[in-house]
């Protein structure tokens, strides 16, 4: 399962901003004397962290693995804060639940034990290791006014920040996990589609029998009666009707329909996949020359699974549709990752949504409609789901020189058998 990693860069960027408020007012607006330089070094770390996580993962999900490595991240990175501000005697430890809330909404009972563990042990080392700070001398603000606001405060951002964030992750996951439901979906269909075909082939043969009997049978009933029985019309229709039915089981191997023989399971060479499902989509753009270069040391087999075949479709289908004189498939690979470059000379993705795609829908459908771009949103984010539960990771494009898009899919060998 991938996660969406937009929803982690802005709580963090959310919480880097609230830390760097808080060091600010208490130390300079309330008069604590706090390790500001420290402070803002801890926090620093956290932005690098954010700036890193921001380019890596913009276009692409994250595994829940990952998410729990950046979680884990926050966990410490705010203990760390919180001992150099005083340790539990620093109402803001509360916010070390926000990280395990979001966890909560998004990762394995394991992981969510994990950052409970790690918390807890946390607050424990800070009940005993900690930089205490120095309250300011009594006047209009006294120690105990400070720390009743202090928790007030810390209360209010927690339940806020949790409950927010925690909505927005669970409401990204309900979306994901509808899609998913699509993707089964149609891969059942795929696969009704394959034992459709394959019972018509096995009818197809089993009936060749029969029908041949039969119309031996009914030939010599011809011979017997004449043409001048009554019988002779009943028949000829009796023989005209099996030639027909032999035609028809003739045209199932001959002519099968194309969304069956689409999925034959023989495993085929990559780049002859590649051939076939382009040849089947070439027709949507008559104009365009398609390209396929093949750069592979040596042939890279792979099943003929609905997954992978209905991946690479929608692909390939849109770099077809949106070409205006060519498009590219290059293969080629090194020792661990075999690389699917789709290219083509169109307009490429727009700005404004090539960092959502292969995201869940996230405004309203009605806008996207409006774009036009709804549907094919919806068909990558599918693609983009199958292809990472084979294994594999795709990152979206425009080529600087053509203005063309470009799809990368980085597929892992040992996940393609």
Request: overall charge negative; proline content about 5%; aromatic content about 8%.
């Amino acid at each position: 399962m991938t996660i969406r990693s937009k929803t982690l860069v802005t709580a963090r960027w959310v919480a880097i901003a609230g830390q760097t408020l808080a060091i600010t007012i208490a130390h300079y607006g309330m008069g604590l004397t706090l390790p500001v330089a420290a402070c803002l070094m801890t926090v620093g770390v956290s932005i690098l962290l954010n700036i890193y996580a921001t380019l890596r993962d913009r276009k692409t999900g994250i595994s829940t693995s990952l998410a729990c490595t950046y979680l884990s991240f926050d966990i410490v990175q705010m203990s760390l804060l919180l001992f150099l501000t005083g340790g539990l005697a620093n109402p803001f430890y509360m916010l070390l639940l926000c990280p395990v809330a979001i966890g909560a909404t998004m990762l394995s009972l394991r992981q969510i034990i994990f950052l409970i563990f790690l918390s807890v042990f946390d607050i424990v080392l800070l009940a005993h290791f900690f930089v205490p700070f120095t309250l300011p001398p009594a006047g209009a603000n006294s120690p105990h006014n400070l720390i009743l606001m202090g928790h007030f405060i810390a209360f209010s951002m927690t339940a806020i920040f949790a409950a927010f964030f925690g909505w927005r992750a669970s409401s990204e996951n309900r979306a994901i996990q509808k899609a998913h439901e699509t993707i089964k979906a149609i891969i059942a269909q795929k696969k009704h589609l394959n034992s459709l075909g394959a019972q018509a082939a096995a009818a197809a043969h089993e009936l060749g029998s029969p029908l041949s009997t039969i119309a031996v049978a009914a030939g010599e009933l011809s011979r017997d009666a004449g043409r001048n029985s009554p019988l002779a019309d009943d028949i000829d229709l009796i023989i005209s009707q099996v030639d027909r039915c032999k035609r028809i089981l003739q045209k199932f191997g001959e002519t099968p329909d194309a969304e069956t023989t689409e999925y034959i399971l023989a495993p085929l060479p990559l780049t002859n996949l590649i051939e076939e499902i382009a040849d089947n989509f070439g027709h949507e753009n008559p104009g365009v020359t398609i390209e396929i270069e093949d750069h592979l040391i040596d042939p890279v087999i792979v099943p003929q699974k609905p997954e992978i075949v209905h991946s690479l479709g929608v692909y390939i289908q849109n770099a077809i549709q949106r070409a205006d004189g060519y498009v590219r498939i290059t293969c080629s690979e090194n020792k661990d990752m075999v690389l699917i470059k789709i290219q083509d000379d169109g307009e490429g993705f727009d700005p404004e949504i090539i960092s959502l795609l292969g995201q869940p829908l996230s405004q309203p459908l009605k806008e996207y409609k409006e774009q036009g771009v709804a549907h094919k949103r919806l068909g990558i984010f599918i693609a983009q789901n199958l292809l990472e539960e084979l294994g594999a990771r795709t990152v979206y494009s425009n080529d600087l020189n053509t203005g063309g898009a470009i799809v990368a899919i980085h597929w892992a060998k040992d996940k393609m058998k």
